[in-house]
């Protein structure tokens, strides 16, 4: 089963960017489409972004404009560009499959936006 791993979190100002990686342990080119998903405090998990490949993406209207998700099926890797952070960004940012049910969890990489 793919295992993934999330890096590149860390605490920004409002303003500022963050890339996030997620580092798969295997192929990712048999999965349709992958996502980008955030849990804040006391919060449900959430789809922010989500690519089948290219230009097909989707993003929720909370990070249209200011994320911008790719992946790179050849490095087995996802990413999240983020820019103009708010603090409502603030969560924990994970990886896994946007279509057809989850695989396992990573441990998900954190992002503290604050001044």
């Known amino acids: 089963q793919v295992q993934f791993v999330e890096s590149g979190g860390g605490l920004v100002q409002p303003g500022g960017s963050l890339r996030l990686s997620c580092a798969a342990s295997?192929?990712?080119?048999?999965?349709?489409?992958m996502g980008w998903y955030r849990q804040a405090p006391g919060k449900q998990r959430e789809l922010v972004a989500s690519?089948?490949?290219?230009?097909?993406?989707n993003y929720a209207d909370s990070v249209k404009g200011r994320f911008t998700i790719s992946r790179d099926n050849a490095k087995n890797t996802v990413y999240l560009q983020m820019n103009s952070l708010k603090p409502e960004d603030t969560a924990v940012y994970y990886c896994?499959?946007?279509?057809?049910?989850?695989?396992?969890w990573g441990q998900g990489t954190q992002v503290t936006v604050s001044s």
């Open positions: 896994n499959k946007a279509y057809g049910g989850y695989l396992g």
């Open positions: 690519i089948i490949s290219g230009d097909n993406t």
């Open positions: 295997r192929s990712i080119l048999s999965i349709y489409r």
